[in-house]
């Protein structure tokens, strides 16, 4: 039962997230001061401070003017204002507290996050004492590291300054609000619908000859009314799609019987967050193909590829022993100007890592050629990226030397704790038994429902549609064709299929669902009285309490953070003593 130690140090919350990733500040609506014992030894950028009442050095919190002063220094190392302003609004949101909504900076503590970040350096300079962060395996995922940031910033600087595109975007809206009016029948048997789509397509009136259908007791009609394709069966939606106006369907198989769709109308009704959603995706697909141009004017700008040697690899010729001859094959696929060369052997050992159980089988299968160009292009961008990270020299910028030097911290941290501390951590079963006594109530299941049903913006509409409901008319032909009904997005009550506890629903939907068992179907209106549901109980689950085998691994793991967060702070305790620890931060003030 051990924790992903790679992220360890964040699961318990000792390790500051990276600065890409960091919370937001607290609410400006008053400005907090870091009062510092004394200035910077010499003037440096970022870090501008000012004389308050008194004479005390004050610094803001949030401004990038300030970010680089040192509130602290363990050993040799400074802690900045920035790392600890970024703890704090992370503190701060975790919380709820009134400095993040805009309080007063009183509440703000700055003890807790900044003995947090002291003890991940005292612990990080440990880590680096023992040589753990000289072993092979630390210096490579380093390496990947770095590679992967660079590549990170050169895409989004390629990405800047696309733009969605307006044709694009209107055609995505349309697709997702497209609304179709529809007048339908329903056939319980195949034949009598291809004969009625006969009549129909001979000239006869669709209404004329759906009335007589419903009187011979043949069919079920519904009224025409706008319906999405989201309340429809996929398969009348993908009818009406392919409708024109005045068109008229052949027979479409449901699972309760056959429907024939006249199509009387479409139209597109403004939704602005469709239209959000819409202009998101083309700006994705915009942002993908600047990214897409610029590999490409990296390929002409340094590299030189041998298309027909590329084309010509068969990864799957002769099987396991020819692959394997191919990982040995050191013929060149490209060459890049002030950067290694891709060899057939490189490429071979990309490929190879996409099959953690063997080779033999995917060769077989006829699988492993398929990866082939996607994989060059990827191993041939990476080092194209580097190059042109080199070319703009990206690794020298402060941001991501900052990063770097971040994410080493992170990784020696988690590195000393899997290595030093958690060796010591051992878990029993009376912890585990101690917390799920502890914490008994919390795996008490409250009465759990799931429901289907129809929304509607009037209780005429839903009064009506229970009693359709009561007299056999299937629910998902009502879907398709009840008039008055709520857009899906616009319900409050979503039916997905996934259980509603009664604890997280309105209690006026839960009083109206008290006693139902499946199959039951219920009235109820929201709240407001502008929203009406014709509910159908699909199942319900009774209170129950979660036994301890259930939770045994979790609680588990739990008890084990518990013990690895107690042990990391003795360690920490400890090296107080012996290495120098130096705050510069007396308070935070307003």
């Known amino acids: 039962m051990r924790l992903p130690f790679i992220l360890l140090g964040l699961v318990l919350g000792l390790v500051p997230a990276l600065s890409s990733a960091a919370a937001p500040a607290p609410s400006k609506t008053f400005t907090a001061y870091a009062v510092l014992k004394s200035e910077p030894s010499a003037p440096r950028p970022g870090c501008r401070v000012s004389r308050g009442e008194g004479g005390e050095i004050r610094a803001p919190l949030y401004e990038p003017e300030t970010a680089a002063c040192p509130v602290a220094r363990v050993a040799d190392e400074e802690i900045r204002l ?3 302003a970024d703890a704090l609004a992370a503190s701060h949101m975790a919380s709820g507290s009134k400095a993040r909504r805009g309080g007063t900076a009183q509440g703000m503590d700055f003890k807790p996050p900044l003995d947090r970040i002291i003890d991940v350096r005292l612990l990080t300079l440990e880590a680096k004492e023992m040589g753990l962060t000289d072993h092979p395996d630390f210096r490579a995922a380093m390496e990947a590291f770095r590679a992967s940031t660079l590549r990170t910033t050169l895409q989004k ?18 697709a997702a609000v497209k609304q179709w009016k529809v007048r339908s029948v329903m056939f319980d048997k ?38 999405s394709a989201q309340q429809m069966v996929p398969e009348l939606a993908r009818a009406a799609d392919a409708l024109k106006r005045g068109q008229v369907s052949p027979p479409v198989k449901l699972a309760n019987g056959w429907v024939v769709l006249k199509l009387e109308g479409i139209r597109y009704p403004e939704d602005a967050k469709a239209r959000a959603q819409a202009t998101a995706q083309s700006l994705a697909e915009q942002q993908h193909k600047a990214v897409r141009k610029f590999h490409e004017s990296l390929v002409k700008k340094y590299a030189t590829v041998d298309e027909k040697l590329l084309q010509s690899i068969d990864f799957e010729a002769n099987g396991e022993v020819g692959f394997q001859a191919l990982a040995k094959d050191g013929r060149v696929l490209a060459q890049i100007r002030g950067e290694k060369a891709i060899t057939v052997a490189e490429l071979t050992a ?57 994410y080493d911290r992170v990784f020696a941290f988690n590195t000393f704790i899997e290595k030093v501390v958690v060796p010591g951590v051992k878990v029993t079963e009376a912890d585990a038994l101690t917390l799920y006594e502890k914490r008994k109530a919390q795996f008490t299941f409250p009465q759990m429902y799931r429901l289907d049903g129809l929304g509607f913006g009037s209780a005429k509409a839903a009064q009506s549609t229970l009693e359709k409901l009561k007299g056999g008319t299937d629910l998902e032909w009502l879907r398709a064709n ?45 709240d ?63």
């Open 157 to 174: 600087q390629a990405a800047a300054t696309a733009k969605p595109d307006p044709a694009q975007v209107d055609r995505l809206y349309k």
């Open 82 to 84: 920035d790392e600890l």
């Open 190 to 227: 195949e034949d009598d619908a291809r004969r009625f789509r006969e009549a129909v397509g001979k000239g006869g009136s669709f209404d004329a000859l759906a009335r007589a259908a419903v009187a011979e007791k043949k069919a079920k009609g519904g009224e025409p009314g706008f319906v």
């Open 482 to 526: 009840a008039e008055g009904q709520l857009q899906a997005d616009d319900q409050a009550i979503q039916f997905q299929g996934t259980p509603i506890s009664v604890n997280t629903m309105p209690p006026s939907l839960a009083k109206a669902l008290t006693g139902a068992q499946p199959g039951d179907l219920r009235l109820y209106a929201s």
């Open 350 to 406: 990309e490929i190879s890592k996409k099959f953690f159980h063997g080779i033999a089988d995917p060769i077989k299968e006829k699988r492993v050629n398929r990866h082939k160009m996607d994989t060059f292009e990827v191993l041939l961008g990476s080092r194209l990226f580097a190059r042109e990270a080199t070319e703009r020299k990206l690794d020298q910028s402060p941001a991501f030397v900052r990063r770097v030097e971040e």
């Open 528 to 590: 407001d009285g502008k929203q009406h549901y014709v509910l159908r109980v699909v199942d319900q689950v009774p209170p129950s309490v979660k036994p301890y085998a259930d939770v045994r691994e979790e609680l588990a793991r739990e008890a084990e953070a518990e013990k690895i967060t107690a042990a990391v702070k003795d360690y920490a305790g400890k090296l107080r003593k012996v290495q120098k620890v130096d705050v510069i931060i007396t308070r935070i003030a307003s």
